[in-house]
């Protein structure tokens, strides 16, 4: 079964400094998204991105963050001078159209990862 | 974007069906109602999906009734295993799929 594939699946940093998580979709999707999940709580939009440009982003996804496909294969999270409060969980999801909520366009997640700014 | 309310907890014992409810008060025409499962630790993974009446798969069973304005999901038997979150997904613009604040079944022996 395709999967969507997540690293690191652990990173530790300073507060300050940049993170790069990274993501393959699945190799067939059009859209991509990333999420993010603090310890306990729900999973929060952060992006979405098709067509090589960020189609939403929420009030979360501030200056802070940038999204990039810099090739045919990878999807990347930029966060910038990272803070305490951008511990969490940090997931990458793809699925396969750009229309519609229907059918096959349902959302295939990576596993994750996890991102401890001390 | 039309936010979904569900209950934040559930226990069960190991055995009997559960059955999680989501309101979708302001779910619009074409919207199609999406359910996923959260193991800690890991990714959401999609469970199920229905536009009206039911779906059935081998994992869960949708129940939606005319109106759509809810929506149940049905587990029947639950294991142990199956001690999870369940999402029903807010309806809205297929760019910016999000999740409301899910139901945490419990499941005991």
């Known amino acids: 079964e395709p999967e969507v594939t997540q690293t690191p699946s652990h990173q530790v940093t300073q507060m300050g400094q940049e993170v790069i998580l990274r993501c393959v979709p699945i190799?067939?999707?059009?859209?991509f998204y990333w999420y993010r999940q603090i310890l306990g709580q729900k999973v929060e939009f952060l992006v979405s991105?098709?067509?090589?440009?960020?189609?939403?982003k929420s009030e979360i996804f501030d200056d802070q963050f940038s999204v990039e496909r810099p090739d045919g294969s990878n999807f990347t999270l930029k966060i910038r001078s990272t803070k305490l409060e951008d511990s969490a969980m940090y997931f990458c999801?793809?699925?396969?159209?750009?229309?519609?909520?229907?059918?096959?366009?349902?959302?295939?997640f990576g596993a994750g990862s996890r991102l401890t700014v001390l | 974007l039309a936010k979904t309310t569900q209950p934040i907890s559930m226990d069960s014992y190991e055995g009997q069906e559960v059955n999680i409810t989501c309101s979708h008060n302001?779910?619009?025409?074409?919207?199609?109602i999406t359910w996923y499962q959260q193991f800690p630790s890991q990714g959401p993974r999609f469970i199920i999906q229905g536009y009206k009446t039911k779906v059935t798969n081998e994992v869960a069973s949708l129940f939606i009734p005319a109106d759509r304005k809810s929506s149940t999901l049905s587990l029947p038997r639950v294991s142990l295993s199956d001690t999870a979150v369940y999402y029903c997904l807010n309806t809205g613009t297929a760019s910016k799929l999000t999740f409301g604040t899910g139901t945490r079944l419990q499941v005991t022996l």
């Open positions: 302001n779910i619009a025409t074409n919207d199609y």
């Open positions: 991105f098709y067509n090589n440009e960020i189609s939403e």
């Open positions: 999801a793809s699925r396969p159209t750009s229309g519609g909520t229907s059918g096959a366009n349902v959302l295939t």
């Open positions: 190799s067939n999707h059009l859209y």
